[in-house]
């Protein structure tokens, strides 16, 4: 069960971003998501008159390690843990470590 997911808020714990707080746009792979608004690197494209795409500089989102970012507990206000509980009904859900409250997925 992965830890964070697409949807989640998070908050950048390291790096240039620190301090900033995101959604979760996509995982990468196991490691590494994209998070909206974090990250973010100039790009420069060739115009591609086939795909009808326009060169020039954009801004995209680059991949950060989930090390590096940390879920986000609006009820704190704060970055959190996230733990993994085993429910009676034999569910598992996601929960903040520091409250021991369940995260709405």
């Known amino acids: 069960m992965k830890k964070l997911r697409k949807g989640d808020s998070v908050i950048v714990l390291t790096g240039r971003d620190k301090g900033k707080r995101g959604t979760v ?17 100039k790009k420069h494209v060739k115009p591609n008159p086939m795909k009808g795409v326009t060169g020039g500089v954009i801004e995209k989102s680059m991949p950060i390690h989930q090390s590096n970012v940390a879920i986000y507990n609006a009820a704190s206000g704060k970055a959190d843990r996230v733990g993994i509980k085993l429910l009676d009904n034999g569910d598992k859900v996601r929960i903040y470590k520091s409250s021991g409250e369940q995260i709405r997925t």
């Open 25 to 41: 746009a996509r995982r990468v792979d196991d490691e590494r998501l994209i998070v909206e608004g974090i990250n973010l690197v």
